[in-house]
C-alpha cells in the first residue's frame, strides 16, 4: 500500500481511549504495511469529557463522548476513529460506518474496595461509588441496604477518589484496567451471573467514513466476526429497550460451541425489579441478521414481563 498516504486516527484524550487508540495503530501499521508514522494519534477533548458534574444520565447520554471525533472524520482530518462500543450510540451518524469490531477483551466487571473482598461482604449501609445505573441497580438487587453514590472520572481519577475514601467501593470494566495494565488494582472479578456487563462492554469500534474504501478495507482486516456477531445482538436487544443509558440494561452474547449465547437484563433502578432473558442461536458465517432479529426479540420478551408501566414507573 501507498507510503505517502496518512490514516490519522482519532480518539478521544483520556488514557484508556489513548491505549485503546494505540492497540488500534498497531492493527492498522500491521494490516497496512506502514510505518506508525504514517498513523498518528490524534487527540480530542470531548464535551463529556469536559462536563464531569452529575450523573451521565443528566448531561445528555450516549453520544456525548463521539461527537467531536465523528466530525474529525467527516471533516477528513482523520481516517479512523477509536470507540469503547459500549459509549456509541445506536445509530451511525449519517457518512460514518463502524469499519471493524476486532476481538473483545473480557467483557466483565470487576470490584474494587480497601475494606470488602467482595460485594456481598461489605458493611451495612456502606457508600458504593458508581454513576452507573446497571451496576447500582445490580448491586442493590442483592444489596438493598448499600448506599450508591456517584463516582465520576477516567480510571485513573476514580481509583484516587477510592483511595482518598470517598467511596468504600466501586466497579469499573475489566477491559479497561487489562488496556491500562491497572487490573492489580481488582479486588474480585465479578462473575457474568453476579453483575451483567453493560452492551458492547470489552469490545472496540472502529469507525471511518462509508466512502473511505481504503480504510473500509484496512479495517475489515481486523474485524472479528465473532465479536461483531455478539455485539450486533447485545445492540439489537438495548435498541428494542432503550439506548438513554437512564435504564439499568445488561446484556452479553459469547460464541461457545458452535452457538451464539445470549444473557440480557432489564431492572428498576432500585434493583428491586429484575427481568431476565436468555436466547441461544446457531454461529454460521453469515448469521449477523439472525443475531439482531433474537436480539430483538430478548427485548421484547422482557418489555412484556417488565409490562407496559415499566418505563413510565422509572421516570416517575
Ligand atoms: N463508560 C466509560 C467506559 N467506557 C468503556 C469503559 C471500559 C472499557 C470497555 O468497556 O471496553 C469505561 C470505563 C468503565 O466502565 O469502567
Known amino acids: 500500500m501507498s507510503k505517502e498516504k496518512t490514516f490519522a486516527i482519532a480518539s478521544r484524550r483520556s488514557p484508556l481511549a489513548l491505549a ?23 487527540e480530542y477533548v470531548s464535551s463529556g469529557d469536559r462536563n464531569l458534574q452529575g450523573s451521565l444520565a443528566d448531561i445528555g447520554g450516549k453520544g456525548l463522548f463521539t461527537k467531536e471525533i465523528e466530525e474529525a472524520l467527516l471533516s477528513g482530518a482523520a481516517r479512523f476513529a477509536v470507540h469503547s462500543m459500549k459509549d456509541m450510540p445506536a445509530e451511525s451518524p449519517p457518512g460514518l460506518v463502524t469499519a471493524a469490531i476486532p476481538a473483545r477483551e ?22 458504593v461509588g458508581t454513576a452507573s445505573v446497571r451496576r447500582a441497580a445490580q448491586l442493590l438487587s442483592r444489596r438493598p441496604d448499600v448506599e450508591t453514590v456517584p463516582l465520576r472520572g477516567n480510571v485513573g481519577t476514580r481509583l484516587d477518589k477510592l483511595e482518598r475514601g470517598e467511596a468504600a467501593a466501586t466497579f ?26 453493560a452492551v458492547g462492554q470489552g469490545a472496540l469500534c472502529v469507525q471511518t467514513r462509508e466512502d473511505d474504501v481504503e480504510a473500509r478495507e484496512i479495517a475489515a482486516s481486523f474485524n472479528c466476526a465473532q465479536t461483531s456477531v455478539c455485539v450486533i445482538m447485545e445492540r439489537a436487544f438495548l435498541t428494542g429497550l432503550d439506548g438513554s443509558c ?46 439482531a432479529r433474537t436480539g430483538a426479540e430478548a427485548a421484547l420478551e422482557l418489555r412484556e414481563k417488565a409490562g407496559p408501566d415499566f418505563f413510565k414507573r422509572l421516570m416517575g
Not at 485503546?20 to 490524534?42: N, Y
Not at 446484556?251 to 452457538?259: K, N
Not at 440480557?264 to 454461529?283: A, F, Q
Open 20 to 42: 485503546q487508540a494505540r492497540q488500534i495503530q498497531a492493527m492498522i501499521v500491521k494490516a497496512a504495511g506502514i510505518s506508525p508514522e504514517a498513523a498518528p494519534l490524534q
Open 172 to 197: 469499573l470494566a475489566l477491559a479497561g484496567l487489562n488496556r491500562l495494565e491497572l487490573e492489580g488494582h481488582a479486588t474480585a472479578i465479578m462473575a457474568i451471573d453476579e453483575m451483567l456487563p
Open 106 to 127: 473480557d467483557p466483565r466487571d470487576v470490584f474494587i474496595s480497601y475494606i470488602a473482598q467482595t460485594p456481598w461482604d461489605l458493611p451495612e449501609g456502606a457508600k
Open 246 to 291: 437512564r435504564t439499568p440494561i445488561g446484556g452479553l452474547a459469547i460464541v461457545q460451541d458452535g452457538e451464539v449465547r445470549f444473557r440480557g437484563e432489564l431492572l428498576s433502578l432500585d434493583g428491586r425489579e429484575r427481568y431476565v432473558t436468555n436466547r441461544r442461536l446457531p454461529y454460521t458465517d453469515d448469521c449477523a441478521m439472525a443475531a
